[in-house]
């Protein structure tokens, strides 16, 4: 357990400084990167639920975050009701969706699941393009603004505190899944799936509940995001790209840990955010690439990974 | 405990296991022994649910088990260890341990599984087998690779675990050691049970020798 504690820490000085930063600056820029790190963050650990702790690796998790978005725009713009109340439609429907992949695809295994997966966004987005009547197609929506709580309708600060509750729910789930009994199984799953099942793990049961709360999380803050941003559009939010992004967090963060996505979020967010994106457009992209290269090559276990065998070295540096 | 009413497992025209019928009541040490390919690994993988039989029924404790998902077989209190070990291999032995309950193996325990040597493999497939605190348990070859020393070693764990009121089946090539371990013996060739009897017995049957032993089995040897 000891060993644990570093990452522990770092997960509660970084959402420390991220609770400060309101307190010492009021930069619109500065605040709204802080607010996308930490959903990009809350995102990729959403996914981290099942594609790090029950290796159900998903290339197209912006299923589920488009479910969410387009539930909550659809229901503030079109039916002028509180986006909280299309984020709970979003969830049910991504529960039921995450219900059916999870179930449909429960004997594919690695690049078969990853195919499968990618294949239901792609539904979903040409649903979302040819539906015109009810989506406005691929013109989007535009979400309306109205200040208050339950319209969703805040300033920068409400903004970060209300993500940064979110992002703190979905580490702390992470961390019940490295601690607990279902934890355990779905570990067992990840690894073996014949040796779990001889060990009484019910493992294509414990799979689809993982990709289920793994949709129902990835959902609501696809509801978020889009109040957050404020427009809506299939080509976006069931782009492959966001799939994409969701597992590479939480590959160079560290796959299948807690802090994982939110080291990746920090690391690619904030490369996407600074001033080197904005004076040479598309850099961030080579710089990205780059680093998923050097990841994948020299530390397949991402940053925390790195971060563990520094820290072993120097236990034993100081024995 | 455990009953096997003539049961057949076919893959595609091969018919892997043929008409087998076995009783095994509790406290039994029950070996299966047979050539590469007699169809002794499929009868466990019937036994524990990960085939379904085409013929045939499997009961356990009056219980008819038949085409139940191994997960459920498991939690009825039978499991297996597997003939190529399956540890979790990113994960430490005790977490490996672990996942199945609690117990301990303390020196080696915070090593990653697959570092570990192979009689601790298989050693580690047995703990986490036992984890599960299972009444009945069949152990797929934890013998086969090990050296004089790690097999003296290994039968010393199986009798202890049989004299904790495990019932077991064990599938093993290591003639020497299954002739002192075993109680009874079932000889599998081509799928069919061809003998029974106890060590004595099947060492010294004549359909047993034609199959697989070649020479009389020297009881000296063993």
Redesign the interface.
């Known amino acids: 357990m000891s060993r644990l504690a570093p990452d522990r820490w770092a997960a509660v000085a970084m959402f420390a400084v991220a609770a400060l930063t309101p307190l010492v600056v009021r930069d619109a820029f500065l605040l709204d990167s802080v607010i996308l790190i930490l959903l990009w963050g809350a995102l990729s650990a959403a996914w981290n639920v099942a594609g790090g702790y029950a290796g159900q690796v998903s290339l197209g998790h912006a299923a589920f975050f488009g479910i969410g978005a387009y539930a909550a725009a659809l229901m503030s713009a079109r039916y002028a009701q509180s986006p909280w109340l299309g984020l709970a439609v979003g969830v049910a429907l991504s529960v039921v969706a995450g219900a059916l992949i999870g179930y449909l695809s429960n004997r594919l295994k690695g690049p078969y699941f990853a195919l499968s997966t990618i294949a239901f966004a792609e539904v979903l987005k040409i649903v979302a393009s040819r539906w015109r009547g009810f989506t406005s197609g691929s013109e989007g929506v535009p979400v309306p603004y109205r200040p208050g709580f339950w319209t969703l309708g805040l300033g920068h600060v409400a903004w970060l505190y209300l993500i940064l509750v979110v992002a703190v729910g979905c580490y702390a789930l992470q961390v019940y899944l490295e601690r607990s009994r279902v934890g ?2 779905l ?2 799953v990840r ?2 799936e ?10 294509r049961r414990r799979k689809v509940q993982a990709i289920v709360v793994s949709a129902a999380m990835t959902s609501a803050c696809g509801s978020l995001w889009a109040q957050y941003v404020g427009f809506v559009d299939p080509s976006h939010v069931f782009s492959i790209d966001l799939s994409v992004r969701f597992a590479l967090n939480s590959i160079i963060g560290g796959i299948g840990t807690a802090l994982g996505p939110f080291l990746g979020s920090l690391l690619i967010t904030s490369l996407e955010t600074s001033g080197v994106e904005a004076s040479f457009t598309g850099i961030y992209l080579i710089i990205y690439g780059v680093v998923l290269i050097l990841i994948v090559r020299f530390a397949p276990d991402g940053l925390t990974g790195i971060a563990g065998r520094f820290w072993a070295w120097r236990a034993r540096a100081h024995a | 405990m455990l009953t096997l009413e003539a049961v057949t497992k076919r893959f595609g025209g091969l018919t892997a296991v043929r008409a087998v019928s076995l009783e095994v009541r509790a406290g039994d040490l029950l070996g299966i022994i047979g050539p590469n390919g007699a169809g002794k690994t499929t009868l466990f993988n019937v036994i ?3 085939y379904r039989p085409e013929e045939g029924r499997v009961r356990f404790e009056g219980r008819d088990v038949t085409g139940l ?4 077989i ?2 009825l209190g039978l ?4 003939q190529i070990v ?6 430490s032995v005790a ?1 490996n341990v ?3 309950a609690l117990t301990r193996l303390p020196r080696v325990a915070h090593a990653r599984a697959r570092a570990l040597p192979i009689a601790l493999r298989k050693r580690l497939e047995v703990a ?2 036992l ?2 605190r299972p009444r009945f348990l069949l152990l797929d070859e934890v013998m086969a690779g090990l050296n004089p020393t790690e097999l003296v070693g290994i039968v010393d764990l199986v009798r202890r675990v049989h004299a904790e009121g495990v019932t077991l089946i064990v599938i093993e090539h290591v003639m020497a050691a299954m002739m002192r371990l075993a109680q009874r013996i079932v000889m599998l060739h081509h799928g069919e049970k061809i003998a029974e009897g106890t060590p004595q017995e099947i060492a010294h049957d004549r359909r047993v020798i034609d199959a697989y032993l070649g020479d009389e089995f020297n009881l000296a040897e063993a």
């Not at chain 1, 014949?194 to 493992?203: F, N, Q, R, S």
């Not at chain 2, 998902?69 to 459920?72: G, R, V």
């Not at chain 2, 399956?86 to 994960?91: E, I, Q, R, S, Y």
């Open positions: 355990y199984q570990a067992g690894e073996d014949d040796a779990a099942e001889a060990l009484g793990i019910a493992t | 524990a649910g990960y998902p191994p997960h459920a498991a939690r499991t297996r260890t597997f399956k540890p979790f291999g990113n994960l977490d672990m996942i199945g986490r087998a984890a599960t």
